[in-house]
C-alpha cells in the first residue's frame, strides 16, 4: 500500500478545494495533495456552460468551465498534486487518510492539516416523500445538467421542474435550448428561490411559474406521465380543490442541497444542524484542530466567487498554522442565530479581527436591522432568502461587541 | 420448447422452488414476465423479514411453513452468500391490554413450534432498545427472527438454478395454459409456446389469473398494498432488532427495523386495493408510516431529515386467506403456489420443499444429481465490506475494484462489471446487485456512470438502457436531436 506524507491534504477538487490549495501553495505549503472522486478537477463547474460566473472575482462574466480553468490551470502550473476518481474512505482528527483509485489502488496518506472541501449534493425525491409513482424520467437538476452538458443526452422532451432555485431556473432554459418544452415551474414558497437574473428566462421563454405550489402526485408507471401540483395557503398546507395535472415526461427536482459531511462527521468534526455544514471559526477551521473546510461543505453558497474567497481564506490560514504563526483561536464567542437569521458562518469568532459574516435570512425583508448582540446594529436595504447576506464586522464595530461566550445575530420581521 | 416442469413467477417462490428443484435431474425452465428476477411484485418491495413463525393461526400452512423456513434460511444463505443477519424480533406491548397479546402469541408459537421465545420486561428491555418508546411495558423476544435482502436473495436463488441448469427466461409472459384430455400440455407466452408436464403457478399477485387459464377458479387474489420508508445509514443503531407492535387482525403493524444494509426501514400499512399495479405512494401512507413508527421509536420523529426514499409493495392476499400449495387431479399437472402473502420470503425455501414433495407424488421421478452445485460465488463488495488485505488484493487483480462509482454505498464499477456480467441489463438491474443508487444521494451521482457503463458492456446505445425495462427509457435522446425534428424514440 502506498503511504505517503503531506502538509495538507485537500479533499474535494472543485471550486473551494482548488482556490484554498492554490492559496496555500503560495503562502508557502509543500506538499499539497487534492483527492477528487470525480474524473476531472472543477467539481460542477465544468458542467455549468451558463455564464454568470466571476462577476465579483474577476470582474468577468464567464461561464463555469472557464471560470474554473484558471484555477485548474495554476493547480497544474504550480506543481499541486492531485488524484482524480480517488474516493476518501476515512478520515481520523489526526489527520489520517485511507484512500483509494483505481491506478493505486489503497493508500494511505498522513497530513499536518486537512482542508474539507467536498461540496453538497442534492435533496432527492425520496428525501422529500413526494407521493405517486417511482416512474423513469425524474431526475435531480445537477444530475440532468451533467447528462446533458458533459454526456450529451436530453432526459426527455416535456419537463416540468420542481423548485426555482437557480440550478432549476438554468435548467428550465437549457432544456428550452436543447428543444424541450419546459411546462412550468414549480415552487412552494410563495417568492422564487432563484437569483434575478437566472429568472429572467422564464419572461423570456414563456415558462410559467407557479409559486406556492407543491408536487401532489407524480403519474406513469413506467416512464413520467403526468405531475399533479397543488395550490399551497398561507400556512402551506395544500388547498383542496385546487390541483392541476401537468403533462410531463420528466420531472426535474432543484428543491435543495445539502452539504456532504459524512466524512467530517466520522472525522468528529462538529456540524451546525442549521447548515448542515461544520461549525467554523473565523479562520475556517473546524472543532477538529487543523482539519478547515470551505465551500459548500461548510454551507451552500450562491455565487461561486464568494466559494473562491472563502476556499483562499481557508488555504491562507492552513498555511499560517503549519508556518507557526496562527495558533488556534484563544478567545471563542459563539454566534446564535435567532428571529429571521436562518444562519450565520464562521459560527465561533475571536471578536479581535475585523472579519465578514455569512448569513442567510428565513424570509425576505425591507430595511432589516440586524443585531449581533445588544449593540452592534448592521441596516441592510433588502434581504432575501436566495442571496447571501454579508455582514461586515469592522474594526470600529467590534468595539461594541459584548465578549460574552455566546452572542445572538438577530433580525425581527 | 420443452421442459418437464415450468415455473410461472421469478419472485422468492418460484425462485425458491427452481433451487430446489436444480438438485434433481429434471428439465426445468422458470419464466418471468418482467425483465429481471423479482422486478415484478413482492418480492421487490417488502419487510425484507425472515420471522420466527408465531403470527399464524395453529393448523394453517403457513405456521407450518413458516418456522420450517427459518431454520432454512440460514444454510440457504450461507451456501448462496445471500446477505442474512440473525438479529432477532421483539413484538412491543405498550400498556398492559396488549401485554396479554404477547401471552398470547407466546402460546401460539409455542404450538407452531417457535424456539426459545420469551417475555422481556422493565429494564431489560430498553437494554435490548434504548430508544423504545419508554411506554413499551413488556415485548416477546424471538431470537430466531432475521432480515434478509429479499431481491438478492431472489437473484441469488435464480443464478444458483441456472448454475444447475434451470433455463430463466425473462420478458416471458404466460397467455394461456393448454389443458388436453385433463392434462397440462403446454403454456403460451409471448415468446411462443412452451411444452411442459408440470405447471407451478408462483405467480404471486397474477395468480388468480394464471389458475383461471387452467380452469381452476376457487380463490381471488387482492392486491394488500404496503407503504414504507427507509432512512439513512446515519441512524444504524437507534434499533437493533426487528420491532412490531401486537399485531392486528390484518397486519403484523408498521415494524421499525435495521435492514441488512444498515439502513432502518419503517412500515407497511396494510389496506386492500383493487388495481394489482399500484405502486404509488401516499401523503396518508406516509403518515400511518411514521405514526405507527413513531409510537416504537418516539426518537425517529426529530429524524424525518434523514428519510431517504419511500415505496410501496403489493403482498398477494388471497381470499382463502392460507396459502395455496396444491395439485388437482384435473388438470393433472397443475400446482398452485399461490397466496403466498406474508410469511412468504420466510417460508420460501420450505414451500420449495413442499412443491418438491408434491411433484414426487404425483408421479415425477426426482433423482438427485451428482454434480450439483450448491454454492454460489457472491458479487465482491471490496470497498463497502472493506478488509485490510482482501479488499487490496482484489484490487490489485482487478483495478476496477478501486474505483468508486457510487459514492454513497461505496460501490466500485468492478461490482457494477460483474452485476451486468451476471444478467442485471437495466439500471435496477444494477441497483438490486449492487446497491449503487441506493444511497442517501438516490443516484444522482452514480446514475451517468451506471447507464454509461450498461450501454459499453451490452452494446446498446446510451438511449436504450431503461430503468427496469419496457418503456422505461432514461435517456431516450441524444443532444441537438429535439432541435432537428428527430424525434424517434
Not at chain 1, 474554473?68 to 476518501?88: N, Q
Not at chain 2, 430508544?131 to 441469488?156: F, H, M, W
Not at chain 2, 415468446?191 to 376457487?218: C, H, P, Q, W
Request: glycine share 10%.
Amino acid at each position: 500500500m502506498i503511504e505517503r506524507r503531506l502538509d495538507l491534504v485537500v479533499i474535494g477538487g472543485g471550486a473551494a478545494g482548488l482556490a484554498a490549495a492554490i492559496a496555500a501553495k503560495e503562502n508557502g505549503v509543500d506538499p499539497i495533495m487534492i483527492l477528487e472522486r470525480n474524473e476531472e478537477l472543477g467539481g460542477i463547474l465544468p458542467q455549468c456552460i451558463h455564464t454568470g460566473f466571476g462577476l465579483h472575482f474577476f470582474k468577468e462574466n464567464l461561464t463555469g468551465p472557464e471560470y474554473i480553468a484558471r484555477f485548474v490551470k495554476k493547480v497544474y502550473d504550480s506543481g499541486i498534486e492531485y488524484r482524480l476518481e480517488t474516493m476518501v474512505l476515512v478520515l481520523t482528527p489526526r489527520g489520517e487518510i485511507l484512500a483509494v483509485n483505481q491506478a493505486e489502488g489503497l493508500m494511505k496518506l498522513r497530513a499536518d492539516a486537512i482542508i474539507l472541501a467536498m461540496g453538497c449534493r442534492e435533496r432527492s425525491r425520496g428525501a422529500l416523500c413526494i407521493p405517486g409513482t417511482r416512474p423513469a424520467g425524474i431526475f435531480t437538476a445537477g444530475t440532468a445538467q451533467r447528462l446533458m452538458d458533459i454526456e450529451g443526452y436530453v432526459p426527455g422532451k416535456r419537463v416540468l421542474i420542481l423548485g426555482s432555485g437557480d440550478v432549476g431556473l438554468i435548467m428550465a432554459r437549457r432544456f428550452v435550448m436543447e428543444g424541450a418544452e419546459v411546462r412550468g415551474v414549480v415552487e412552494v414558497m410563495p417568492f422564487p428561490g432563484g437569483l434575478d437574473r437566472n429568472l429572467q428566462c422564464l419572461g423570456d421563454f414563456g415558462i410559467p411559474l407557479y409559486l406556492s405550489h407543491a408536487a401532489a402526485f407524480i403519474h406513469g408507471s413506467e416512464r413520467v406521465e403526468a405531475v399533479t401540483i397543488s395550490r399551497l395557503d398561507d400556512e402551506g398546507r395544500p388547498i383542496y380543490g385546487e390541483e392541476k395535472t401537468i403533462e410531463c415526461d420528466t420531472l426535474i427536482l432543484s428543491v435543495g442541497l445539502i452539504p456532504e459531511n459524512e466524512l467530517s462527521k466520522r472525522a468528529g468534526v462538529k456540524l451546525d444542524p442549521k447548515t448542515g455544514g461544520p461549525v467554523v471559526d473565523e479562520n475556517m477551521e473546524t472543532s477538529v484542530e487543523n482539519i478547515f473546510a470551505c465551500g459548500n461543505v461548510v454551507h451552500v453558497h450562491d455565487l461561486v466567487d464568494h466559494v473562491t474567497q472563502e476556499g483562499e481564506a481557508a488555504g491562507r490560514n492552513v498555511a499560517k498554522r503549519i508556518l507557526g504563526e496562527l495558533p488556534p483561536l484563544k478567545r471563542r464567542i459563539t454566534l446564535k442565530a435567532e428571529g429571521n437569521i436562518r444562519y450565520v458562518v464562521p459560527q465561533v469568532i475571536s471578536g479581535e479581527q475585523p472579519l465578514t459574516l455569512y448569513s442567510r435570512v428565513k424570509s425576505p425583508a425591507f430595511n432589516a436591522e440586524i443585531r449581533i448582540g445588544q449593540n452592534i446594529v448592521v441596516h441592510k436595504r433588502v434581504v432575501k432568502p436566495p442571496e447571501l447576506v454579508t455582514i461586515k464586522l469592522t474594526a470600529e464595530r467590534l468595539k461594541d461587541l459584548e465578549k460574552e461566550e455566546e452572542t445572538t445575530v438577530s433580525m425581527n420581521v | 420448447m420443452e421442459t418437464s416442469v415450468l415455473i410461472i413467477g421469478g419472485g422468492i417462490t418460484g425462485t425458491a422452488i427452481a433451487r430446489e428443484l436444480s438438485r434433481y435431474d429434471v428439465k426445468v425452465a422458470l419464466i418471468e414476465k418482467e425483465v429481471d428476477i423479482s422486478f415484478g411484485g413482492a418480492t421487490k418491495a417488502n419487510t425484507a423479514i425472515i420471522h420466527a413463525g408465531y403470527d399464524d393461526k395453529p393448523g394453517t400452512l403457513a405456521a407450518k411453513l413458516c418456522p420450517r423456513g427459518n431454520i432454512l434460511w440460514s444454510r440457504l444463505a450461507s451456501v448462496l452468500s445471500i446477505p442474512f443477519k440473525r438479529i432477532g424480533s421483539l413484538v412491543v406491548a405498550l400498556g398492559g391490554e396488549e401485554a396479554s397479546v404477547l401471552e398470547e402469541l407466546m402460546e401460539r408459537g409455542g404450538r407452531n413450534g417457535v424456539p426459545n421465545l420469551k417475555i422481556i420486561e422493565n429494564e431489560e428491555l430498553f437494554e435490548m432498545e434504548p430508544n423504545l418508546n419508554r411506554e413499551a411495558i413488556a415485548g416477546l423476544y424471538a431470537p430466531t427472527a432475521g432480515i434478509v435482502s429479499p431481491y438478492e436473495a431472489a437473484i441469488a436463488l435464480a443464478e444458483n438454478a441456472k448454475q444447475n441448469g434451470v433455463s430463466i427466461l425473462l420478458g416471458t409472459k404466460a397467455t394461456d395454459v393448454i389443458v388436453e384430455d385433463g392434462e397440462v400440455k403446454a403454456v403460451r407466452t409471448n415468446n411462443g409456446r412452451i411444452y411442459t408436464r408440470y405447471v407451478l403457478n408462483a405467480a404471486g399477485l397474477f395468480a388468480d389469473e394464471i389458475s383461471s387459464m387452467a380452469g381452476i377458479k376457487e380463490f381471488e387474489i387482492i392486491p394488500r398494498k404496503g407503504e414504507y420508508v427507509i432512512y439513512d445509514k446515519d441512524l444504524s443503531g437507534i434499533v437493533n432488532h426487528v420491532l412490531f407492535p401486537v399485531p392486528s387482525p390484518v397486519s403484523k403493524g408498521i415494524t421499525v427495523t435495521p435492514t441488512v444494509d444498515g439502513n432502518i426501514i419503517a412500515g407497511p400499512t396494510a389496506h386492500d386495493i383493487k388495481d394489482k399495479n399500484d405502486l404509488t405512494i401516499t401523503l396518508a401512507g406516509l403518515e400511518e408510516v411514521l405514526d405507527g413508527a413513531y409510537k416504537l421509536v418516539p426518537e425517529l420523529s426529530a429524524r424525518r431529515d434523514t428519510i431517504i426514499a419511500g415505496f410501496a409493495g403489493l403482498r398477494p392476499q388471497p381470499t382463502t386467506e392460507d396459502f395455496i400449495i396444491k395439485s388437482y387431479r384435473e388438470p393433472f399437472g397443475f400446482i398452485n403456489v399461490a397466496g403466498i402473502k406474508s410469511p412468504g420470503l420466510t417460508s420460501a425455501p420450505a414451500i420449495a420443499e413442499m412443491v418438491v414433495d408434491i411433484l414426487k407424488r404425483g408421479g415425477l421421478t426426482l433423482e438427485e444429481k451428482d454434480d450439483f452445485k450448491p454454492f454460489r460465488k457472491p458479487i465482491e463488495h471490496p470497498i463497502r465490506d472493506f478488509h485490510p488485505t482482501k479488499t487490496e488484493e482484489l484490487i490489485a487483480k482487478d483495478p476496477r475494484y478501486g474505483h468508486v462509482v457510487c459514492r454513497c454505498e461505496y460501490v466500485t464499477e468492478g461490482e457494477m462489471m460483474d452485476a451486468i456480467h451476471r444478467g442485471a441489463t437495466t439500471l435496477d438491474g444494477v441497483r438490486y446487485r449492487t446497491r449503487a443508487g441506493m444511497g442517501r444521494c438516490q443516484g444522482g451521482f452514480c446514475t451517468p456512470h451506471v447507464i454509461k457503463t450498461i450501454a459499453r458492456e451490452l452494446h446498446v446505445p446510451v438511449e436504450e438502457v431503461t430503468k427496469r425495462g419496457n418503456g422505461s427509457k432514461i435517456l431516450p435522446y441524444r443532444a441537438k436531436q429535439l432541435l432537428l425534428g428527430d424525434e424517434r424514440e
